[in-house]
């Protein structure tokens, strides 16, 4: 083996051990890069799921509300309700489409959505699950559920809705200390509510000194065209106190 040889060899060794580096500090920084067997995002009990999506908001408001849960091919009704609001729990692909905890299987935020959130809201989050259960991936549920926003296959917003997130055993992140107790408004794009303002590039600010509300980055446009304005409660479903 000549000279010549053996230096062409050491070379591709080294490339190949950078691109290695770099894949492996790609993966690092992205620790959830696909989706997860499909029995990660499930829970096996489904009185437990049940449970946990009612304890999103107060029981007053929760005992009555239609409740429903995650199945093979999406969400089903597991219990009709009374009172117009509708209670789940969403699960990871419910954030940004560049969050990098979009696939992440531990994720379990209960959620209940008042009439007319159930009404034109609820709607995107049935249409991305049933997407990415059916195997799509990020990019291809982003450009059919932009699609159906232009062609009017999801209804548009109706003024007053808003939904509770309140409960205590919500997993919300990795990012640990994150969970709060809080409500959502859903806003048309672009309201301005004195919350954190966005600048030009679209990212989010600081809050206003004072305020109590943030702009939640989860739709915004991209592509549904909803501002989410969240405001702490101080308390969790239960009332016992919940941190600010």
Request: glycine share 6%.
């Amino acid at each position: 083996m000549g000279r010549r040889t053996l230096k062409i060899i050491a070379l591709a060794s080294s490339v190949l051990v950078v691109a290695l580096s770099g894949l492996s500090l790609a993966q690092s920084k992205t620790p959830y890069p696909s989706m997860a067997p499909l029995d990660q995002y499930l829970i096996a009990d489904r009185n437990a799921e049940i449970a946990l999506a009612r304890t999103a908001a107060p029981p007053s408001i929760s005992r009555d509300a239609k409740v429903m849960v995650l199945g093979t091919n999406g969400y089903e009704t597991a219990v009709e309700g009374k009172n117009g609001f509708v209670c789940m729990v969403e699960r990871a692909w419910m954030n940004p489409f560049d969050s990098p905890e979009f696939w992440n299987p531990k994720n379990r935020s209960p959620i209940c959505l008042n009439p007319p959130a159930a009404r034109t809201v609820l709607p995107i989050t049935l249409m991305r699950t049933k997407l990415v259960l059916a195997g799509k991936s990020k990019d291809e549920v982003k450009e059919i559920i932009k699609t159906a926003i232009e062609k009017k296959e999801l209804p548009a917003l109706e003024p007053g809705a808003m939904s509770y997130m309140m409960s205590k055993d919500a997993y919300l992140t990795d990012k640990g200390g994150h969970n709060m107790a809080h409500l959502m408004f859903y806003m048309p794009l672009g309201t301005v509510w004195g919350a954190n303002p966005v600048d030009s590039s679209n990212n989010l600010s600081e809050p206003f000194p004072g305020s109590p509300l943030l702009l939640a980055p989860s739709y915004k446009g991209n592509p549904e065209p909803i501002d989410m304005f969240l405001m702490g409660t101080g308390v969790w479903s239960d009332g016992t106190p919940a941190p600010m």
